[in-house]
């Protein structure tokens, strides 16, 4: 079947690379198969704003800047309000209703996505420990803060997809988008992801999108690799719309 068979906006490849030279080279050998694209803060001093810009206003992709800002509200709105004129896609921060409100204002008038990230999918209770978050259940607080970031105006929120479903269950989700990272293949390395899922659990507990990097940009084929996982996705829909 044909690249276009497998396209799907669903899933974001992770541009985890040093320069633009390397992500312009992936996304070429990626070419069809992906249509959505992450950039992050490792990106930034290898030309991470060139290659959003390239591959969105030449390339016509779909972009996610996943920056997590978090400062005093007028530098997060200010900062928000400069990258808004990029035309891009999705913009994260903290999930602090006081960074996320600031964040709102930023973007107001543009169709910039802001993404509220609750707790990053990298932490454990442990690591929650030794920042002095308080004591609870892991899933319980990321279910709070994500309902409180969307109470002060997120567009959606970053999530483990451990807690998408319970969030996916939340008044204030309806209309919301969960996007999360940790999604793994089935038989992929874990890397520094501790709450993981594989890409057909994900979508089936109601999430709107996946982010995945290392799975693709390490495999022998990035494409064959994108494309499989787009499989995976909709096979696990045509399992759930036939239940």
């Not at 200010?78 to 600031?102: M, S």
Request: no cysteine; net charge negative.
């Amino acid at each position: 079947m044909s690249d276009a068979h497998f396209r799907d906006d669903r899933l974001i490849v992770a541009l985890d690379v040093p320069n633009i030279v390397q992500g312009l080279d992936l996304a070429a050998r990626l070419g069809d198969a992906v249509s959505f694209y992450k950039i992050g803060l490792g990106m930034l001093t290898g030309g991470g704003f060139a290659l959003a810009n390239e591959l969105k206003q030449e390339h016509g992709k779909r972009i996610f800047l996943d920056l997590k800002l978090f400062d005093i509200g007028a530098t997060v709105e200010a900062a928000v309000r400069g990258i808004a004129q990029y035309e891009l896609d999705f913009l994260t921060v903290h999930g602090d209703p006081q960074v996320v409100r600031a964040a709102a204002e930023g973007r107001a008038g543009t169709g910039l996505k802001i993404l509220a990230v609750t707790v990053l999918t990298s932490l454990d209770r442990a690591d929650l420990d030794a920042n002095l978050i308080r004591a609870g259940d892991i899933r319980e607080i990321t279910i709070e803060r994500a309902a409180r970031a969307l109470e002060a105006g997120a567009d959606g929120v970053i999530a483990s997809p451990q807690e998408a479903a319970a969030i996916r269950a939340l008044p204030q989700a309806v209309g919301k988008l969960i996007v999360t990272p940790g999604v793994r293949p089935a038989g992929a390395a874990l890397g520094d992801q501790k709450r993981v899922a594989t890409p057909a659990q994900a979508i089936a507990d109601g999430v709107d999108h996946i982010v995945v990097g290392r799975p693709v940009w390490q495999a022998a084929d990035p494409a064959a690799a994108a494309r499989a996982i787009v499989a995976e996705m909709l096979s696990s829909q045509a399992r759930a719309h036939n239940r």
